[in-house]
Structure formats: structure tokens, C-alpha cells
């Protein structure tokens, strides 16, 4: 009977434990919130939406400075200028012709290596969470519900096997609290791994201060600033009805290759974000073979009105098994332009 105890014992404590202390790791800095109007809007897109915001943030962005044209599902290169890394890919991502289908554009760019600098700075910043964080807590409250169904059982077994004893008593009573706990610290669902400081800058930009206007004329960041924080659901015609279309059309072709026979099952359940070994994965990076299997994103990825499609029916979430190591049959883009 001490035998059996101590094994529940050890079975319950030990991974129960362990998640407290993954989850009391998530809770990241305790400090003040920033002041929204200082924020950097590509950081606070990838914050509020993951790659695929950031990605309708730039195209936004360059739209509206006049860089680049937005008609007829077509993204064209106006003026060849660009100011951040994420710009650059845009202009590496067209074609010859200075041009590039805003469908494959989104799908593209949201896998640049480009956003891996914007991943670790708000993971430095504790808004999201580490790497290593992404990778153990799911682990974790696997661990911990297998312990507590271990525990549970030799309770049971225990209760009917020494009658009225304490030690079965006090293990059903453990295991309820462990059933407590595990619901507590269970892993949240989403396509971006926020921390619960990151949490609370989201709900702050999104409910006070400059960055909370939803027109895009009063926006500190005008247009490009309603879609880092809503995505593309606030933006005026024509530019959201482009973004739509082309989230439509990246569906289509995404049921069309997931019932096609001679499809690359391989490119359905892996992605990678680069060829670069960064351990942690892009939150919503597409992983689908045409690069454009897009779906709304209720919350996180996804713009008011289902026309931002900024997720993916296939992308990278913070619980996901992607690897870096892993690779998709069309990462990497497929034109030699260059910014100047």
C-alpha cells in the first residue's frame, strides 16, 4: 500500500508542479503598460495577429505611402523604396514585372525570415512567450492529465481494496485539486503565444488610447495602424475588398489541393519558417503547399467580418508540432528583385 501511494503521489505532484511553474513563467514582466502611441507597429501587428497581420499591415503601409498599387487582385511596385526588413521581402517577392498576386504575396511573406527578428524581440520584450515555453507547456498538461488518471486509479483501487482508510481519501482529494490546477494552467488556445503582460497591451490597444480608432484617417498609423490592430475589416473599399477576394481565393485553392490525389501529404502537416534554425515557430505562418490556405482566425488572426483571412487553414500556432527544421514545398520566394 506505501508502494502504491507513493507512486500516485509521484505521479500527481511531479507533472502538476511542473505545469504550475510553466504557467507561472507565462504570466511574463510586471510592469506598467507602454504607452499605446509609442508602439511599433509591426511588433503590435504580430502581436495582435501573428505574420499573417504583419504582412497585411505592410502591403497596407506601402498602399498607402503610394509605394505599391493594389487593383484586380495585383500588387504592382510604384516606387522601390523600402524601410524595414518586412518591405524589402515585398520587394523581393515580385516578379519581373514589379508585380506579384496579392494571394501569393500574403502567402509568401508571412514565412519570411524577416519576422523571426519580430518573434524574439517581443519574446525579450515579455509579451510573448519563449521558445522553449511554446514547446513545454502542452507537454506539460499532457503530463499532468496522465498523472492525474494515474493517480485517480490507484485511489480507486486503494478505496476498495483497504476499505476505510484514510490514504485513498486524501488522493481523491489531491487529484480534485489537481483537476483545479490543470484547468487553471491549461495552455491557451490562439494563434499568437502571448504572455499575460502581452495579453494585457492587446486588450489596452484595442479598447483605449489613439491606437483603439477604427478610422483610418485618425489613426496615429492611418490605415496601416486599424489593420495591425483589426485587420483588414475596417480598411475602406477597394482596398478590403481586394483582401478579400484574395482570402477567398487562397481558400478555394487550398480545398482544391487538400482533395487533390496526387497532393504532398507532407506539406499539410509541416511548415517551416525559414531555412534558418530559429527554435521558435512563426506564429501563423502558412503551411500549405500552394502557400494559401487562408481562414479566419476568430479573435487572433483575422480581421471584423471574416474579410481579413490573415490566418491559415493550416498554420502554426503556439501548441503546433512544426519544427524549423521541417520545410514546405513552397517556402521561399521566387523572384530576384531587390529594393533600392
Given amino acids: 500500500m506505501i508502494v502504491a501511494v507513493t507512486v500516485a503521489l509521484l505521479s500527481l505532484c511531479a507533472p502538476t508542479a511542473w505545469l504550475i511553474r510553466i504557467r507561472l513563467t507565462a504570466r511574463g514582466p510586471r510592469r506598467p503598460l507602454f504607452e499605446a502611441g509609442r508602439a511599433d507597429l509591426l511588433h503590435m501587428a504580430y502581436l495582435m495577429g ?32 523600402s524601410g524595414n526588413p518586412m518591405e524589402r521581402a515585398l520587394l523581393k517577392q515580385c516578379d519581373k514585372d514589379w508585380s506579384r498576386s496579392l494571394r501569393a504575396l500574403r502567402a509568401e511573406m508571412r514565412r519570411d525570415v524577416a519576422l523571426e527578428s519580430i518573434d524574439r524581440a517581443l519574446v525579450k520584450s515579455g509579451l ?11 507537454r506539460a498538461a499532457v503530463a499532468q492529465k496522465a498523472g492525474l488518471a494515474v493517480a485517480a486509479l490507484i485511489a480507486v483501487v486503494l478505496l476498495f481494496w483497504s476499505g476505510p482508510r484514510p490514504a485513498p481519501f486524501v488522493l481523491l482529494a489531491l487529484s480534485a485539486l489537481g483537476v483545479v490546477a490543470g484547468v487553471k494552467c491549461r495552455p491557451r488556445k490562439g494563434l499568437v503565444p502571448r504572455t499575460d503582460h502581452g495579453e494585457r497591451v492587446v486588450r489596452e490597444l484595442r479598447t483605449s488610447g489613439p491606437w483603439s480608432v477604427r478610422n483610418p484617417g485618425l489613426h496615429p498609423e492611418g490605415p496601416a495602424g486599424v489593420v495591425a490592430v483589426r485587420g483588414t475589416g475596417d480598411l475602406p473599399q477597394p482596398m478590403r475588398g481586394e483582401f478579400e477576394t484574395a482570402a477567398k481565393a487562397a481558400v478555394r485553392r487550398a480545398a482544391r489541393s487538400s482533395r487533390s490525389p496526387s497532393g504532398d501529404w507532407r506539406s499539410a502537416s509541416s511548415c517551416s519558417t525559414s531555412s534558418s534554425s530559429y527554435a521558435a515557430v512563426l506564429a501563423g505562418a502558412s503551411c500549405d503547399s500552394g502557400g494559401s490556405g487562408e481562414a479566419q482566425h476568430a479573435g487572433d488572426g483575422g480581421g471584423s467580418g471574416g474579410s481579413d483571412g490573415s490566418g491559415s487553414s493550416s ?22 528583385c531587390s529594393s533600392s
Fill in 50 to 81: 501573428g505574420a499573417g497581420r504583419v504582412t497585411d499591415t505592410v502591403i497596407t503601409k506601402m498602399e498607402s505611402d503610394g509605394r505599391v498599387t493594389v487593383k484586380n487582385g495585383r500588387v504592382t511596385v510604384a516606387d522601390p523604396v
Fill in 315 to 336: 498554420s502554426c500556432s503556439s501548441g503546433s508540432s512544426c519544427s524549423s527544421g521541417s520545410s514546405c514545398s513552397s517556402c521561399g520566394g521566387g523572384s530576384s
Fill in 128 to 138: 510573448l512567450l519563449t521558445p522553449e515555453v511554446r514547446r513545454l507547456w502542452p
